[in-house]
């Protein structure tokens, strides 16, 4: 065994007596065990989190979709798509016609986004979980088209699904439509029933979701769609799909997956979790610097000792070594505990559930969730030898400075 290690093992482990540096060493080690645990916990947190509403998201939207670089809408009546359509890997192909419209119901008005679906939107069989009201439905028995609308335009207009007397009224401006004296004229007015509510988030929460057919009439569009939304079968390879779409489609359009149709949430989640974790990792920090303290009193405490050590023969680097290696065993036995202890409560969160979280998250026993990340603990475990190393290799460097000094009064 490495000399420095064996004698700074023997001074954390030996003392029969409880002096100030073994209780500010014990603090020392508590202050990285729990900033350890409480990163792994949070870290764990901010996983779950973001599993739970990337899910809730997946629910809604497709795993790829085709839009146009330019213009808003394309026509996919083309050889192309009408290929991409018999794909036998393809689980839903849905044609999706998207505007800004103002929406009516009773004496209040409402600017949401009007979204068209072709038939296979509704092969998704978790549209029924993101309803809160009514029913995911966007024909009567009669094939007469209904609407499903978030929650935001639910909210701002009373509207009440179960009541068949008031349909919602949704005006279009007309193209190329001249001014005229009546602004009633310069609109497309549809009326449609809604059948239900969902929600999902606030960026879609504004939608009115109906039948494409009812879409094109209201926008007077007959051909063109703004997007073409893909779902494929278990165990396709969506990276390499999307690959070869891009590759055969051109230029001219681009095939985003989830997470490229929706930056901003996904950046938004990135930024909160990376931004805990500086401010916990310099709550580590100022835990790890406590070393510094201790290490120092230590050397005061351990004069006679170095003074004997090098009469003995031993040189600046392993009185150095020592010192180092004390302030990383510290730290070390600090941060494994610290990990455990983290682990441990995730697990015991994961099984029992006795945090919970309020309002309308959708997780089972409103469990507070907890996705735990082996890349966690290995992210963790390298801040904290980075920070030990800086701190105890400080503290090493204090030990020998006033050497001399101690070899004179010795």
């Known amino acids: 065994m490495n000399t420095s290690i064996y004698i700074a093992k023997r001074y954390l482990v030996s003392s029969k007596k409880m002096h100030a540096i073994n209780i500010i060493s014990g603090i020392s080690m508590m202050g990285i065990l729990i ?31 085709v839009e146009a670089r330019l213009g808003k809408t394309f026509d996919p009546n083309t050889a192309f798509f009408r290929s ?70 639910q909210n701002n207009l009373s509207v009440n699904v179960h009541n068949s007397f008031f349909p919602l009224q949704i005006y279009s401006p007309k193209r190329g439509n001249s001014v005229s004296i009546n602004p009633a004229d310069e609109f497309t007015t549809r009326s449609i029933f809604p059948s239900g509510v969902f929600s999902i988030q606030q960026d879609y929460d504004d939608i009115v979701i109906v039948p494409i ?37 051109g230029k001219g359009f681009t095939v985003k997956t989830r997470r490229e149709q929706d930056t901003i949430l996904y950046k938004t989640l990135n930024y909160e979790k990376w931004a805990l974790f500086m401010i916990l990792t310099f709550v580590l920090i100022i835990a790890a610097f406590n070393i510094v303290g201790s290490l120092t009193i230590l050397v005061i405490d351990k004069r006679k000792d170095i003074a004997i050590l090098t009469s003995l023969g031993a040189n600046k680097q392993l009185i150095r070594g020592i010192f180092f290696f004390e302030g990383m065993m510290i730290s070390l036995i600090g941060c494994f505990i610290g990990m455990v202890l983290g682990l441990a409560f995730c697990i015991l969160q994961q099984h029992y559930g006795f945090i919970t979280v309020d309002g309308k998250i959708s997780v089972p026993n409103n469990a507070y969730p907890i996705d735990i990340k082996p890349v966690d603990f290995g992210l963790v475990f390298l801040t904290v030898i980075i920070i030990s190393v800086i701190a105890s290799g400080i503290s090493a460097r204090l030990s020998v400075k006033g050497l001399d000094d101690i070899k004179h009064d010795l």
């Open 35 to 65: 900033g350890t645990a409480v990163l792994i916990t949070l870290l764990s947190v901010f996983n779950g989190l973001e599993k739970v509403i990337v899910g809730i998201n997946s629910n809604f939207s497709p795993e790829l979709r």
């Open 213 to 249: 057919e009812f879409a094109r009439g209201l926008l007077d569009i007959p051909i063109g769609v703004s997007s073409i939304d893909l779902n494929y079968k278990k165990g396709t390879d969506l990276a390499a799909v999307q690959a070869e779409l891009q590759e055969k489609i």
């Open 84 to 153: 991409l359509h018999k794909d036998d890997r393809l689980f839903s192909y849905t044609e999706v016609l998207q505007d800004k419209v103002v929406i009516q119901y009773g004496d209040k008005t409402f600017i949401g986004n009007l979204k068209g679906v072709s038939s296979e939107f509704q092969r998704n069989p978790h549209l029924d979980s993101i309803i809160l009201d009514g029913s995911f439905t966007l024909h009567y028995s009669n094939n007469s088209p209904m609407a499903v609308i978030g929650v935001i335009v």
